[in-house]
């Protein structure tokens, strides 16, 4: 599982041909010993849980890179490298 971006103390990864699980785009975050998927539409939580202070970092960071983020995931669904994603600031 790639780590594509971190940024106070959140870990940001795309699993590799991760596309039959919940079958639209999304990404795994981690922080504090809590997971949770999150759609890369819109920002819900597809499955786990993490505080919701974090989750309103992670989507307004998803905001900013949905394009990137759209992309990288067809390059995991391919099988291929992803790109490294600018934290949150």
């Known amino acids: 599982m790639p780590t594509i971006s971190m940024f106070y103390g959140i870990l940001v990864s795309i699993f590799f041909e991760d ?3 919940h079958h639209l785009p999304h990404i795994h975050v981690r922080y504090s ?5 999150v759609a890369i539409s819109d920002g819900s ?3 786990g849980s993490i ?4 989750l309103k970092m ?3 960071w998803i905001e900013i890179h949905k394009d990137e983020l759209y992309a990288d995931w067809e390059l995991a669904v391919s099988g291929e490298e992803l790109f490294r994603i600018a934290p949150l600031q």
């Open 19 to 21: 596309n039959a699980r």
């Open 51 to 54: 505080p919701s202070s974090q």
């Open 58 to 60: 992670v989507q307004a």
């Open 45 to 47: 939580i597809l499955a």
């Open 33 to 37: 010993g809590e997971k949770a998927s």
